[in-house]
Structure formats: C-alpha cells, structure tokens
C-alpha cells in the first residue's frame, strides 16, 4: 500500500468527502487516483461539472463517502465552485509536506514546520518515534508549538 493509499484510508475514518486537488503533478496523481481502490468510497472526477457533482454527492447520495479528483491546482476561494464542500470536509494534498502532515494526523497550520524540517520527517526512525507521541485523541496533539 502506497503513503497516498494509506493516508486516504486514514482519513475515510473520520470522512464522509474527500477533495483532491492534483496541481502541477496533474498527470502523475491521475494515474494515482485511476488505480486507487477504496472500499465503501466511491470515487468521482471533477471537470467542470461541479454542480452535477456537489447535487449528487449532497443530495443524491447523502450516506456515501466520496473522493472528488480534481485535476487541477485549488482555485482561490472566490472562484472556487466547490469552497463549501472544501470546508466542510477535507481537501487532501499530496505534496511531501502534507503526506506528513496527514500521517501524524496534524492539522495543515503544522505544514510550514514540517516543510522546513523535512529533513527530520523522512527519517523513518523518527517520525516513528514521533507518532507514538502524539495520540490522535488526545487534545495536547493539537496544542504542540514547536
């Protein structure tokens, strides 16, 4: 199972809709996306058609988990169609950053931390040691300030 599969499955636990934004790795991350198989989640392919879309991820489908691809960087917030759902739910990335982020379970203010540090984050001993400190349930995990 690859980082993206697995941080995917991660999130599923707590969420009903997953957005994600492809940006500039557009080709690479489609590929991704067309071989990702998640149980009990369907998947749908933005392009466009965000009314259709949100209709019947909202409306239609109200019980189903979703991951929206969308083959395209986020757009600012004033253009973006789907702002709501994005708040709503979780807007998956998949930099190298944000895979950290999303393995230790960290909200996305950590993603300039670990963007500086990556270094530290790649050392598979050490953010081993890292996850065991911070218990996903545990409020003192949201609190750390480095």
Same mark, same amino acid.
């Given at each position: 199972?690859?980082?993206?599969?697995?941080?995917?499955?991660?999130?599923?636990?707590?969420?009903?809709?997953? +957005?994600?934004?492809?940006?500039?790795?557009?080709? %690479?991350?489609?590929? @991704?996306? $067309? &071989? /990702?198989? #998640? =149980?009990?989640?369907?998947?749908?392919?933005?392009?466009?058609?965000?009314?259709?879309?949100?209709?019947?991820?909202?409306?239609?489908?109200?019980?189903?988990?979703?991951?929206?691809?969308?083959?395209?960087?986020?757009?600012?917030?004033?253009?973006?169609?789907?702002?709501?759902?994005? +708040?709503?739910?979780?807007?998956?990335?998949?930099? %190298?950053?944000?895979? @950290?982020? $999303? &393995? /230790?379970? #960290? =909200?996305?203010?950590?993603?300039?931390?670990?963007?500086?540090?990556?270094?530290?984050?790649?050392?598979?001993?050490?953010?081993?040691?890292?996850?065991?400190?911070?218990?996903?349930?545990?409020?003192?995990?949201?609190?750390?300030?480095?």
């Amino acid at each position: 199972m690859n980082k993206i599969e697995h941080s995917l499955k991660k999130i599923f636990e707590n969420q009903r809709i997953v +957005l994600w934004y492809a940006g500039e790795e557009e080709a %690479e991350m489609q590929g @991704y996306y $067309q &071989e /990702l198989e #998640l =149980d009990g989640v369907s998947k749908a392919k933005v392009e466009n058609d965000e009314f259709a879309v949100k209709y019947r991820v909202l409306k239609q489908e109200p019980q189903e988990k979703f991951l929206l691809f969308i083959p395209s960087p986020q757009p600012p917030d004033r253009e973006n169609w789907l702002l709501d759902l994005c +708040l709503a739910n979780h807007v998956f990335s998949t930099d %190298e950053s944000a895979i @950290y982020l $999303q &393995e /230790l379970g #960290l =909200d996305v203010e950590f993603k300039p931390l670990i963007s500086e540090h990556l270094g530290f984050f790649k050392n598979k001993e050490r953010l081993a040691a890292l996850k065991r400190l911070l218990k996903p349930d545990e409020d003192f995990a949201r609190e750390i300030r480095f």
